[in-house]
């Protein structure tokens, strides 16, 4: 697969160059340059986007054009780096530019193709779980809402830390534009409600609600038993009409889970929560705890724990500062090019599938089904027969089945694992450097209450993982 990276490069001749004194922090004792432009669909019509501006020491941070898809950068002399970025579906593009102070430079119209129409195949990019200024996040909910839009989601969840003050704003992102679907009608972005309870014993997502509970604040010092309290708002949550999830179950210290013994109360659980892949660290013990947790699962006798994945961003601008970087073992290896790209909105998010109109009913049914994967990039579509992710497909005597397997992903994909039961039974390397990858995948050996997941590796830090696809007799 082929990294779409088109490089304008623009000479700018300086004239009279002088010296001027510029630090990271942007301290100067002159004006900056102003940078101005606008952004392009390939069509012509102007849609809202980020920008990724790198420094020349190779320190990032990610601003956005404004709601008219307009941009003005105020830089100080120097060579920068700009990427136009609009989430997973589009193409990325970069221009390299040095520029002086005092100086105005008008860049000509960054257009991005959308490489890959998800809406069109009923799939929808969306964030789980975020944070504003109404808890610690460090941004006010509309530049929230923007980095969503921005970030090429067609839905996104406010989730503040036990507060729903953000959410009456929040909400009014609903009259704002995703995208297109293929007749050209305008996808409104669908902005929903949640809110993080947070606990000395955990932290639980209310989905769909923005249920805050005086009761979060648990004192087993008090008299407060962890257990019985958690359980009873996890029930007031799912009553409410809210899906109940737990966050970041292997966090470290009181952000984790340990009630394990009421895992049966919950409708979802985050295995991926922002900073690592799923394969790695803290999210890598959620993975294998939930294969765990579905190697339990029977269809139609108990319930399904589906997964997803959430930001938990707290800041939309994503910096990314080379001095901190250690590159010296593999784990910061990776946690540098983690960083560099990019945490912040959609990092990972939640792909729905939905079979009809784009509501925040069949959002919430499709998470609670497990109608989905997670992803920082590749879009997977898998069906077995006429079943998808957390769906069921009936063997009917046969003991093989064969997975219609379609990967689409802008940067490079390396690897498809096939798990059965929570084990990889197939690895299939990619040599073709096309961004979409399509095959028919058989596998042997099937039984009853198998289930299948897939997981896409790509360069770098590229992951998805998809929900099962159950097997039955
Ligand atoms: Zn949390």
Redesign the pocket.
Known sequence: MKKILIVFLLLITLTGCQEVTTTLSGVSDSYPATIRGRVMTDSGDMITAGIIITYENGDMERVNTNMLSGYTLKLYTGSYTLTFERGYEYQTKTISIDVENYKTYVIDDVRLTQLYDGPSKGMYLGDL?QHTLNSDGKQEVDEVLMSNINRGLYFGYLSD?NSAAGLPEWVQGNRFVAGYDVFGNAINFLALRAV?I?TDYG?FQSIGVGNVFEQADINSLKGDDPVTEITDMVRETIRSGALAQI??PF?VSV?GFNYWEIIDEFDTIEIW?GLYQTNRNENLEAKLKWFDIINGYIVGENKFLPATGGS?NHNIEGTYNSAYKDTSTAEGLYKDQYLRRGVYTGMPATCVLIDGAFTEENIMNALKNGNSFITNGPMIEAKIGSSSYGETYHLVGASSIVIDLDVFSRDQIETINIYKNGVIVKTISIEDDSMYYSNQVQIEGLSDNDWIVIEVLGVETLYAITNPIFIKN
Request: cysteine-free; charged content about 20%.
């Open positions: 779980h830390h993080e947070t932290h966050n970041h966090a952000l929560n938990d």
